[in-house]
């Protein structure tokens, strides 16, 4: 029996004893998962759908290959071979490895000479034959819309103005936040409580005042996402959640326009480009998003402050060469970084025969309700924690101090336990709930929390259904305590 090397993604680590590789024996693709689900029964239902199949938005790879465009399940292995597990991360004709990066796309030229400042501030790219005062002009022609203006917008906006890109877009509506400072280095703590798109305008402009920078000051939405998208030439995802990056994906293959992917988890980054002309989207590759219920965000998972500078810069880099037709772009290839082992993989995205928005059969011809396909919590698709009951942060305060009190259960992880906490609180992570419920009296009435009251809602109901009849959630979770409550307590 063949043994081979499976990688284990950070997201699921924790459901395999920590491990990021494992050695597991078997003769075909499906016999090993099913084995690894066999030995670590937590990964099942990341893995699997309740009906056995593979989850869609779990990609498995053998050597650099996706098995759906070689025998699905039934792809035998051989020894020594690595099957490597790519779910999504808050991330027709394939296109040939390598192809050259020949159709550089089209720009409206504008007046053609620079300025004497001008030639100096660029001299170090005008020096490179490949660039040259003609591509620095089509740098200067060219509009750069970047979606979201946070960990990754930061790199990439600071790289693109200074590289002299004459339009740059960006899309935010949020102020920036002391706990943005660790990673978003376009902001300095002068800037906390500013809105981030003018503390960024003001950054940018500084760096070049050879650059017009237009704010999008709003949620990317399927109302303006093909207005705000249309005069641009490339966009950039740097979204940190999955409605947002699927609206990106489909606005950009309806609108013809290439879009550079960009996503990280804690330790771990995804660069690719999405150029549905060329080859294929982000559709093709992760056709469905997962459950919100797993999938932590950085807010809650947390991620190394410069792995989204790494992922930016080389978002920028791909940009630039989109916008020059230079060199081999990200098409058709999925790059895989890890901080921690610093390695770089690169695994071979085809374009999905199938694919509901950029394949020939394409069924999906316009945007749809992302909220609502993604299942976020208050969409109308997704009601499964519809009807846990609620409690404010008021309410539960006054509780406490009565006869009576309910018990408080904590179903963040440790490190979040480790900067805060309600005093009296059980901490119980929401992964070992089902595991754990012993612990609790289902006659005593439970207060469930997380940081903001999403994960603790899925933990309530969890419960629920587990026959607990007195469990409540509490409203906004430990941040909203601390507003309302206990100021002295951290918000993070
Ligand atoms: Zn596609």
Redesign the pocket.
């Known amino acids: 029996m063949p043994t081979v090397t499976v990688r284990i993604p950070t997201p699921l680590r924790s459901f395999a004893d920590g491990s990021s590789e494992l050695p597991v024996e078997g003769p075909t693709v499906g016999a090993l998962v099913e084995r690894l689900a066999e030995e670590h029964p937590g990964l099942r239902r990341h893995l699997f759908n309740p009906d056995g199949r593979l989850r869609s938005f779990v990609t498995v790879y053998l050597n650099d290959e996706d098995v759906r465009y070689l025998e699905k399940d039934a792809t035998p292995v051989k020894d020594g071979d690595i099957l490597s597990i790519v779910p999504a991360i808050a991330g027709g004709a394939p296109a040939a490895r390598g192809a050259p990066n020949r159709a550089p796309i089209q720009i409206t030229e504008k007046a053609p000479t620079f300025s004497s400042d001008e030639l100096r501030r660029y001299s170090r790219h005008l020096l490179l034959p490949e660039v040259g005062v003609a591509g620095q002009k089509r740098l200067r022609d060219a509009k750069v819309l970047i979606v979201g203006a946070g960990g990754l917008g930061a790199p990439t906006s600071l790289y693109l103005a200074a590289a002299g890109i004459g339009e740059i877009g960006l899309v935010d509506f949020d102020a920036v936040d002391v706990s943005n400072l660790q990673r978003q280095v376009l902001y300095t703590t002068a800037d906390v409580g500013r809105p981030k798109l003018e503390a960024a305008k003001a950054r940018l402009e500084a760096l070049n005042p050879g650059t017009r920078v237009v704010l999008h000051s709003e949620r990317l939405s399927s109302a303006n996402a093909l207005e705000i998208l249309r005069p641009y030439d490339v966009v950039i995802d740097g979204t940190d959640n999955f409605p947002t990056r699927y609206l990106v994906n489909d606005a950009c293959?309806l609108l013809g326009k290439p879009n550079v992917y960009g996503s990280i988890y804690r330790f771990e980054g995804q660069v690719s480009v999405?150029d549905?002309e060329r080859g294929?989207?982000?559709?093709?590759l992760y056709p469905e998003p997962p459950p919100p219920d797993l999938v932590p965000s950085c807010a809650e998972a947390g991620v190394l402050g410069v792995l989204p500078g790494l992922v930016g810069v080389l978002q920028a880099t791909e940009a630039i060469k989109v916008l020059l037709g230079l060199g081999e772009p990200l098409i058709g290839r999925l790059l895989l970084y890890d901080a921690l082992s610093l390695r770089f993989r690169e695994l071979r995205l085809r374009?999905?025969p199938q694919?509901?928005?950029?394949?020939p059969h394409a069924t999906q011809k316009g945007l749809i309700d992302y909220l609502a396909f993604c299942g976020v919590p208050g969409s109308p698709a997704a009601e499964s924690t519809a009807g846990v009951p609620e409690v404010t942060p008021e309410s539960l305060h006054a509780e406490l101090a009565a006869p009576d009190a309910p018990m408080l259960v904590d179903v963040r992880e440790p490190e979040e336990w480790a900067i805060s906490r309600i005093e009296g609180a059980v901490l119980i992570p929401k992964g070992q709930l089902a595991d754990r419920v012993d612990e609790l009296t289902r006659a005593r009435s439970l207060v469930l929390y997380c940081r903001s009251g999403r994960r603790s809602a899925d933990a309530a109901k969890l419960l629920i259904d587990l026959g607990f009849r007195h469990v409540r959630n509490l409203k906004g979770g430990i941040n909203a305590w601390s507003e309302k409550v206990d100021p002295t307590i951290v918000r993070y």
């Open positions: 293959v999405f549905s294929p989207c982000y559709r093709c374009k999905n694919c509901v928005l950029c394949s």
